[in-house]
């Protein structure tokens, strides 16, 4: 099994920034993919930014430039740097690893930003 423990989210004004981080344990292969999905009130799960064991990445046009995705493959950890934040980007933040067609999740981390 794969357990994922998320940090670092909170509330912040617009124009701020936050680092969210989440720590994956367990069964971790060497491959894998790890992200950051987020829910707003009243919509789906999106993906927000994902990267790969070898460093690729993948964003959401919403938050290119703006947002950093990247990861410790020693401490099988991936963050999210995330600036100029806006109103536009609250919402549970739920991080996401990816091995072997399995799918785990964290527990979920709330953003909340102010105008």
């Known amino acids: 099994q794969v357990q994922l423990v998320e940090s670092g989210g909170g509330l912040v004004q617009a124009g701020g920034s936050l680092r969210l981080s989440c720590a994956a344990s367990g069964s971790i292969f060497s491959s894998n993919t790890m992200g950051w999905y987020r829910q707003a009130p009243g919509k789906q799960r999106e993906l927000v930014a994902a990267?790969?064991?070898?460093?690729?990445?993948n964003y959401a046009d919403s938050v290119k430039g703006r947002f950093t995705i990247s990861r410790d493959n020693a401490k099988n950890t991936v963050y999210l740097q995330m600036n100029s934040l806006s109103p536009e980007d609250t919402g549970v933040y739920y991080c996401n690893l990816q091995q072997r067609l399995l799918y785990y999740w964290g527990q979920g981390t709330q953003v909340t930003v102010s105008s």
């Open positions: 990267i790969t064991s070898g460093s690729s990445t």
